[in-house]
């Protein structure tokens, strides 16, 4: 089993910054991508960004240019860098990390991201 802890959530107001940290523990070597998904109010559960243990990135149309993923492998954890925030980026944010073997999904608690206008 591997456990996802996330931080860094919070109230910020329209074009301001926020960075989230995603601390893994447990079987960590069974990880392959962690990433970082987002959930609104009354919306499905979208993707924002993710990167392979390789460094590979994939980010969201919605977040490209503004939000930044990176990886701390010694560390286990996973950040996100949400820069030049708007309305719209309020959600919950979760952590998540793939399985390598079984292609699991692993899940944090989620942090509350709220972007004031």
């Known amino acids: 089993q591997v456990q996802l802890v996330e931080s860094g959530g919070g109230l910020v107001q329209a074009g301001g910054s926020l960075r989230l940290s995603c601390a893994a523990s447990?079987?960590?070597?069974?990880?392959?991508?962690m990433g970082w998904y987002r959930q609104a109010p009354g919306k499905t559960r979208e993707l924002v960004a993710v990167?392979?243990?390789?460094?590979?990135?994939t980010y969201a149309d919605s977040v490209k240019g503004r939000f930044t993923i990176s990886r701390d492998n010694p560390k286990n954890t996973v950040y996100l860098q949400m820069n030049s925030l708007r309305p719209e980026d309020t959600a919950v944010y979760y952590c998540?990390?793939?399985?390598?073997?079984?292609?699991?999904?692993?899940w944090g608690q989620g942090t509350q991201v709220t972007v004031s206008s």
């Open positions: 447990g079987n960590v070597f069974r990880i392959n991508a």
């Open positions: 998540s990390a793939r399985d390598k073997w079984s292609d699991l999904d692993y």
């Open positions: 990167i392979t243990s390789s460094g590979t990135l």
